[in-house]
């Protein structure tokens, strides 16, 4: 395939993704706002559902709006070849091959958050600020910020140094090095960030002594699960959305609930969210999940692999000859498609892990305190109740909640 030709075939992908995503955003953004359920009839007022129904289409609104942005903005870099005028100016003033892919990513790594940034700003200060859910104050909003890059240079750096001295001295056979390094990141990652990472962005403390402490143990006890820690972290100081989540392996395993949880449950549903997460863990969704995602990511370096070296994608970019920067670009517009294909499995794949999780709760706690958990999460955080099934089958990673309530009441 000659340059111009796979110049057209990266415009004709790009374009094929965009449409996809804002028409399946508008299939679901366009579904009327439904009778409210007799399940939720007492956590929910036509108001609160109509509210919802705003919420859901200024962020439709928005998101096409800055899509579009991004859209244009990516087709004119591919068409007018932007993106090899950038790496032959960066090649002017770095001469080491490694050094100037380093430097490339980091131009356009910067470039791309300065133009993302207003966006990011509109989203958190007008529309969720709008709606009552923000509480990020804009000194945090741009130490959030600093504190990404500081984290993006030293270890996003590290492993993409890492990745191109690979590229550059090995030649095809990187990919299975790198595969390698990957998999024990990742491991690493799952392991220490709730020691390391977090604490960088948000205050953890132990959960205080008390009825929900103990009844926390006492369910602990009950099915065998061995945990020490159980943390609260400071979510209001950014939003008044709620959550908790499960992290690490063997005697490493911690619990974190959000403050804006505490706040919000009794302690039975809190057990009871507890007892989902426990069930991802006794259910073995955490370590199938990580080992579907070393695989992910095999199959991701293997493909790039079979065409990084050639110089057609590099010229059809812009560039006057073989940049291995470029033809990674390149690489992860061609593989979108295949990408969102993935996706879709492991959407679908996390869908039928939560019905596990929450079947596991039912049977050792019990299914009506999660279900009114789950009430009043998805009235607060004004979700979607009557989202499109299409929508849901491509991007929904937990199960529209009507479909979890029918099992945890059935």
Do not use: C
């Amino acid at each position: 395939m000659s340059p111009e030709n796979l110049k057209y075939l990266l415009v004709g992908v790009v374009s094929f993704g965009f449409l996809v995503e804002k028409l399946l955003s508008y299939l679901n953004v366009k579904r009327p706002v439904p009778a409210i359920p007799d399940t939720l009839s007492q956590y929910l007022s036509q108001e609160k559902l109509q509210e919802s129904k705003n919420y859901q289409l200024e962020n439709y609104r928005f998101g096409l709006l800055s899509g579009i942005f991004s859209f244009v903005l990516t087709i004119l870099f591919i068409w007018n070849g932007w993106f090899g005028l950038i790496d032959g100016w960066v090649g002017n003033y770095v001469e080491n091959p490694l050094l100037h892919s380093v430097a490339f990513f980091a131009l356009i790594f910067i470039g791309s958050d300065i133009i993302s940034l207003p966006f990011d700003y509109y989203s958190t200060f007008v529309i969720e600020e709008k709606y009552g859910f923000n509480k990020t104050s804009i000194q945090t909003f741009f130490s959030d910020k600093l504190k990404g890059y500081l984290l993006s240079i030293l270890i996003g750096g590290g492993l993409l140094l890492v990745f191109l001295w690979l590229i550059h001295q090995m030649g095809p056979h990187f990919w299975w090095i790198f595969w390698a390094i990957a998999a024990i990141f990742m491991v690493l990652v799952n392991l220490f960030y709730t020691a390391w990472i977090l604490p960088l962005f948000n205050k953890l403390t132990p959960l205080e002594d008390g009825e929900l402490k103990q009844k926390i143990i006492n369910y602990a006890k009950s099915v065998s699960f061995p945990l020490d820690n159980i943390l609260v972290m400071d979510g209001s100081k950014r939003s008044d959305k709620a959550n908790a989540f499960f992290s690490g392996f063997g005697k490493r395993k911690k619990v974190v609930l959000y403050d804006t949880l505490l706040d919000q449950h009794p302690p039975d549903e809190l057990v009871a969210v507890l007892a989902h997460e426990v069930g991802h863990y006794k259910k073995k969704h955490i370590i199938w999940g990580m080992l579907t995602s070393v695989i992910q990511v095999g199959l991701l370096l293997f493909l790039l692999s079979q065409f990084i070296f050639s110089e057609t994608m590099s010229l059809a970019l812009g560039g006057t000859e073989w940049s291995a920067q470029l033809n990674i670009i390149g690489f992860t517009m061609l593989f979108s498609p295949i990408s969102m294909v993935i996706g879709m499995g492991m959407n679908w794949l996390s869908r039928k892990n939560e019905f596990e999780a929450d079947a596991f709760a039912k049977e050792t706690f019990a299914g009506k305190p999660l279900a009114e958990a789950l009430k009043t999460l998805s009235v607060k955080t004004l979700s979607n109740i009557n989202p499109d099934p299409w929508y849901v089958f491509v991007n929904y990673s937990h199960p529209p909640l009507l479909e979890r309530l029918q099992k945890l009441e059935s």
